[in-house]
């Protein structure tokens, strides 16, 4: 193509190298120039790739919210030949999505002189859009013959051990940043009323946080609380932006500011006045520095609890006499990925590039890739710590694609509580939703250690939320679901009120007159103390008389059938997804709807969920919470307690003004898996006789 990517300069014809034989090509990327804007703030955060033949073959390190970055990186490649171009592109990174295209040029090797380094100036096009203007790249080559071809090809090898072991190093961090967002002040009005409905946004290198919008306000409260992770590459500074939630428009910007962190002293938390840089304004904050550790990437021959010693350091780490030091160190989960076995082929040659993707909150680690293999063996070992036993591990595995994103094989999504250590198991993966199989299974070795204790007391307090949530979007199947599982709630509150009333409507002599005589007892003794009891008498009846959920089981399966469709319908309503846009308002407003229903429902069945057993774990310690109540109220006078709970709840912000305020009972609710999520999380059988069509709703129980 003419001009497309041509390099500025350093082409001669007359002193060209032969296109065979084996070449020292020095690549050293300069910079960049005007370069595309993909984000909302009018920015990018560019990175290059270089391939050749197809394969690629480096990558440089992203540059945030740059439109003129800097990158000074060289690299070494050894070559056969000449006849192939060197493909360069460059893309804007998007942590959790899928990285954005900003332009590629081509640069080619038998044009250019030999033995002296060659500046090139490569102008970036869109080969869609050829008259669009995406900026340059700079960079400077060096080609020269190589007489050592085998020599060569040991460089090459030695390079790409390096480039691997800095890979598995990049992933691991050195250390927590807690953050506690606790206001802002003074905020500049955004809106015609004079007010601002505030948010704000949070970056440390590729990792992202927006806080929770705040309406109509210039003073606004939020005080949130989140864990940023701390990496050897990361240049440790912390990117803070403010924002203005407007609906149906572009959000409005407030301000930004910057953290050094490294200005920071370790284990000790700092209050701090932030001042907003572009506009009048302050962001108060509480940081808080803490060295990691327990994360670790290892082969299987040097896993840390297979070191008989090193594993009673952690036991003795996590026992009872540990229990009330360093509460947010509630234990480790050691993760052995061994191999699958029947991935999907995901390449046209009818193979795929796996690897696999472990995600525990918001702590990620992968494994290195294995090419051309549909039953890769990884054979890693990793470590994570645990905050929350009620976490869910997620593994993900993924074919590598190095034109773009990668893409999805499989996922299965596993409770911490539901794990038996020591166990090597098979899991069959299932689609993105979690609702049926896909090809393949994965085989993993899973080690839980942790404090009950310590786990007992993170039940009652607000769950670490994922820094990047998807985008909620208007679906008629999600808002059909959720109305139908409130309906399902509703149901049952009104059966039970029928059964009530058919007592007074003497419908069954013999219930009625044993109805007739519990309520007389009941009442004439009744003491405010008999209400827990009786709420631990029915987990108790629960626990040893509780029949099958066979049943109940084969309900919530119905309720989910249509959510296998939902992808082939949601890719017929994309087409109307212009005509979407023009209607922010009503989306808005059935989105509020939708996750309204959702909430609703997720709470009356994790009600129902606590009672029934479904994690042990919660039904235990909420046996423990009223087996308390119950003493407490049989022994203490109610206005005493009464009037302790009224002293703790008007004394609170004064004894501590940067609190943040929280509700135990919802928190604890909020551990408890709906029945969405019980079904997200159920096993599936394996059964290599079937397909994954035939097996699509067979539940192991």
Request: with cysteine; hydrophobic share 40%.
């Amino acid at each position: 193509m003419p001009g497309f990517g041509a390099p500025s300069s350093g082409v001669s014809s007359e002193r060209s190298l032969p296109s065979s034989g084996m070449y020292k090509m020095e690549i050293e990327l300069k910079r960049g120039n005007n370069l595309a804007v993909r984000d909302r703030g009018g920015s990018s955060d560019p990175y290059v790739k270089f391939k050749l033949a197809g394969k690629e073959v480096f990558r440089s390190k992203t540059i945030h919210k740059n439109l003129n970055p800097v990158w000074d990186e060289k690299t070494t490649l050894i070559l056969d030949c000449l006849s192939d171009p060197l493909y360069v592109k460059v893309f804007d990174y998007d942590f959790g999505l899928q990285d954005d295209f900003m332009g590629s040029a081509y640069l080619y090797l038998e044009s250019l002189e030999q033995q002296r380094s060659i500046p090139v100036t490569l102008v970036l096009k869109d080969p869609q859009h050829l008259d669009q203007d995406l900026g340059s790249l700079e960079l400077s080559v060096t080609l020269t013959p190589k007489d050592s071809p085998l020599e060569e090809r040991r460089d090459s090898t030695q390079q790409s051990l390096r480039l691997s072991e800095l890979h598995r190093k990049s992933q691991l961090w050195r250390g927590i940043v807690s953050i506690a967002l606790i206001e802002g002040r003074s905020l500049t009005p955004m809106d015609p009323n004079g007010l601002s409905d505030p948010y704000v946004k949070f970056r440390l290198g590729h990792q992202k946080y927006r806080s929770k919008t705040v309406p109509k306000t210039l003073s606004p409260q939020w005080r949130e609380q989140f864990d940023l992770h701390l990496f050897e590459e990361t240049g440790g500074v912390l990117e803070i932006t403010v924002w203005d939630r407007d609906t149906g428009r572009r959000d409005d910007f407030i301000g930004r500011c910057q953290l050094d962190l490294s200005t920071l002293s370790k284990e000790q938390t700092h209050h701090l006045d932030l001042p907003l840089e572009e506009s009048r304004g302050f962001v108060v904050l509480l940081v808080t520095l803490t060295a990691s550790a327990h994360v670790s990437i290892a082969d299987l021959s040097v896993t840390p609890l297979d070191d008989p010693q090193e594993r009673r350091e952690i036991l003795k780490r996590y026992g009872a006499l540990k229990s009330f030091s360093n509460f947010r160190d509630v234990g480790i989960v050691q993760v052995k990925v061994m191999r699958a076995e029947g991935l999907m082929a995901a390449d046209v040659t009818g193979k795929s590039d796996p690897f696999c993707v472990l995600e525990l909150t918001n702590d990620r680690l992968q494994t290195h890739t294995v090419y051309k293999n549909l039953n890769p063996e990884w054979n890693k070992a990793f470590t994570f710590n645990i905050k929350d036993i009620h976490s869910v591990l997620e593994v993900t595995v993924f074919d590598e694609d190095r034109d773009r994103s990668a893409d999805f094989l499989g996922k299965v999504s596993i409770p911490l509580l539901h794990i038996r250590n020591g166990e090597q198991k098979s899991y069959v993966l299932k689609n993105k939703e979690l609702t049926g199989p896909t090809k393949g299974v994965i085989f993993l070795e899973i080690d839980v250690i942790y404090n009950i204790v310590k786990a007992a007391m993170k039940s009652i307090v607000p769950a670490e939320q994922k820094y990047i949530e998807e985008e909620p979007k208007v679906s008629k199947q999600l808002l059909q679901q959720n109305f139908n599982r409130v309906k399902r709630c509703i149901m049952v509150l009104i059966s039970y009120g029928t059964y009530i009333n058919s007592c007074f409507e003497w419908e069954s002599a013999q219930r009625s007159i044993i109805s007739f005589v519990m309520f007389v007892l009941v009442v004439w003794n009744f003491e405010l103390w008999m209400l827990p009891l009786a709420l631990l008498l029915l987990l108790i009846w629960n626990c040893f008389f509780c029949c099958s959920r066979d049943s109940a089981d084969t309900s919530m399966e119905a309720m989910f059938d249509w959510e296998d469709e939902e992808e082939d319908k949601e890719d017929k309503e994309s087409e109307h997804k212009g005509f979407m846009n023009k209607l922010y308002a009503i989306q808005d407003v059935f989105i509020s709807v939708q996750n309204a229903l959702d909430e609703v429902a997720s709470y009356g069945e994790r009600i129902k969920n606590t009672v029934n057993w479904t994690v042990p774990f919660l039904s235990w310690l909420a046996i423990a919470a009223l087996c308390s109540a119950t003493v407490l109220l049989y022994l203490i006078p109610l206005r005493y307690l009464v009037l302790a709970w009224g002293v703790n709840k008007f004394t609170k912000k004064l004894r501590d003004p940067y609190m943040i305020d929280n509700n135990e009972l919802l928190d604890f609710l909020s551990r408890v898996p709906s029945d969405v999520q019980v079904m997200h999380y159920r096993e599936l059988k394996v059964d290599p006789g079937q397909s994954p069509s035939k097996r699509r709703r067979t539940i192991q129980s």
